[in-house]
């Protein structure tokens, strides 16, 4: 349904928009999770009973460890309070997702959720216990730097935490505004505004126009029957 002169009604473009947003949100998580179980599912399979692999001298080594912490092996005596943290993650996420409207931010979610679920599928179902399993790590940078091992999960949690800083930052809002010095822009709104004001313009033009050609016509009448 669309208001006088063409312009949508309120509240109806957000829906499609919100609709493809989380989609992608969805794509990226899955993607992200996708990867993570099955990179965790090969070095399980292949590398963990075996040494170090080195994928780049120096920089890349694959190694195979089983995490009872969080990410990069922090707080590895509190393995069940981060798996309730994790859980609390993916609500709070598919919460958000309800006001979703902005590309970067459906992206940084899916980054998000992806990594969360990837590790929280770990500790639900890997050994020792369920909601208490060790989170399958191998990823190793830099080896004489110490950095702590990761995973593709992890990755995709520090990649979407980053983006996030970065959107707040730059004012970005998940309902597709950007907040600057104060103000809000919505872009699409504002067309949505522009719109129906150049419509209603256009139309109070055409009936001046009328209404001056209708007074010219009896004006013409008048002198004719004179």
């Known amino acids: 349904m669309q208001a006088a002169g063409g312009a949508p009604l309120s509240g109806e473009p957000a829906r ?3 609709a493809r947003r989380i989609a992608l949100l969805v794509a990226v998580a899955a993607v992200v999770y996708a990867l993570d179980q099955v990179a965790k599912f090969l070095v399980v399979e292949f ?21 009872a912490g969080a990410a990069f092996s922090i707080g590895t005596g509190m393995t069940i309070v981060f798996t309730v ?3 609390a993650v993916v609500v709070a996420i598919v919460r958000t997702a309800r006001k979703l409207r902005s590309l970067p931010w459906a992206i940084t979610l899916g980054l998000l959720l992806g990594g969360a679920v990837g590790n929280l599928t770990d500790r639900i179902f890997r050994w020792p ?4 399993g060790h989170v399958v790590d191998f990823i190793q940078v830099f080896p004489v730097t110490r950095f702590p091992v990761f995973n593709v999960a992890d990755s995709g ?10 959107l707040a930052w730059r004012g970005y809002q998940i309902d597709g505004t950007r907040q600057m010095d104060g103000s809000v822009e919505d872009h699409t709104q504002d067309k949505a505004q522009d719109h129906t004001q150049d419509s209603a313009q256009e ?3 055409d009936h001046a126009e009328g ?16």
């Not at 590398?47 to 995490?67: C, D, K, M, Q, S």
């Open 211 to 226: 209404e001056s050609g209708k007074q010219a016509g009896e004006r013409a009448g008048e002198r004719a029957d004179g």
């Open 157 to 166: 949690i520090v990649c979407g935490g980053v983006l996030a800083v970065f």
């Open 47 to 67: 590398l963990e009973h075996e040494g170090p692999v080195t994928v780049v001298p120096g920089a890349l080594v694959l190694t195979v460890i089983r995490n």
């Open 16 to 18: 499609p928009d919100r």
């Open 85 to 87: 943290i994790a859980l």
């Open 129 to 132: 216990a369920p909601f208490q």
């Open 203 to 205: 139309h109070a033009h």
